[in-house]
């Protein structure tokens, strides 16, 4: 058995063994589930044991030592010649900048979220344009390595377009913020341009040539604007476009909300609309459309 999905824990009559004891016959076995960042820790320790010489019996005496898991000789065996790891085969990711992993990065800044449910870590995306969601899904299994793109589903429900996607590597890695992966984003020119198209694709709008962004996280915008000024697009600084307390009605129930925290509102010059469809664009076809040079 791996530790890829379950730990056999060895007790006695509920308990765990007196310290120092090996598992007998009459012993219980109780399989449980242990967090992921643990089933680390224990394949590092394995490793380093490894090291010394010594034998799986006593890994397994010396891991049961410090902590009251008895892992069994097979786990040992496939960690050692790196046949399983705690990972998983659906948990590969490796970071590595690239384009792909910058939009990922823009989404969950902007329209996506991170969910637990479970032991199932989640990225997820519901939106109104199908072009948006076929991107994320594209974007999503490249950087975790699968064949196909993940599947994109319409709930009639929410009238929206869902992509869902899940690796607790990935999950941990994009929970740090994108203020933490900048160097991720600021790789290349076109990485900045696919963090800035998906943040645009979230949260952006075209109306007359005049191209603006929203968010309620300012620091974020000021960072867009940043970005943007490396393809020469100068913007105004943001501004409040609705204040906290202010009413919001969700289009989709008619239900009416008030605003917790005021939105900003980050508004591109007329002129420089061309400059951004050149060099960012869109995902959305009908944002596109809208540009005054559509991007290639």
Not at 24 to 42: D, G, H, I, Q, T
Not at 209 to 215: G, K, Q
Not at 286 to 293: D, F, H, M, T, Y
């Amino acid at each position: 058995m791996t530790l890829m999905a379950n730990t056999t824990i060895i007790s006695r009559r509920g308990t765990f063994l007196d310290r120092g004891f090996l598992p007998v016959r009459n012993e219980v076995r109780v399989r449980k589930y242990l967090p992921f960042e643990f089933r680390m820790r224990l394949r590092s320790s394995v490793l380093e044991l490894t090291k010394l010489s010594l034998s799986y019996r006593q890994i397994q005496a010396a891991l049961f030592d410090s902590t009251h898991i008895w892992l069994s000789k097979g786990s040992i065996s496939e960690w050692v010649h790196g046949i399983h790891d705690p990972s998983g085969g659906t948990n590969k990711f490796h970071t590595d900048p690239s384009p792909e992993l910058a939009y990922v990065i823009g989404v969950i800044a902007g329209d996506g979220n991170l969910n637990v449910h479970g032991y199932n870590y989640e990225m997820l995306l519901s939106v109104t344009d199908h072009d948006f969601a076929k991107e994320f899904s594209r974007c999503l299994a490249n950087i975790l390595g699968r064949p196909n793109p993940y599947r994109v589903r319409w709930s009639e429900q929410r009238k929206r377009w869902i992509v869902q996607g899940s690796s607790i590597i990935l999950h941990g890695f994009l929970r740090r913020g994108w203020q933490t992966l900048k160097m991720y984003v600021e790789h290349c020119y076109r990485c900045i341009a696919f963090f800035l198209r998906a943040l645009f694709d979230s949260e952006g709008t075209i109306s007359r040539n005049r191209l603006s962004i929203y968010n309620t996280d300012r620091h974020l915008l000021l960072y867009i604007r940043e970005l943007l000024s490396k393809y020469g697009i100068k913007t105004q600084y943001p501004y409040v476009g609705k204040p906290a307390g202010s009413i919001l009605k969700d289009p989709r129930t008619g239900k009416l909300y008030e605003r917790r925290k005021p939105c900003y509102t980050l508004a591109l010059r007329t002129t420089d609309t061309p400059q951004f469809a050149k060099h960012i664009g869109f995902s959305i076809r009908r944002k596109n459309r809208l540009l005054p040079w559509r991007t290639l």
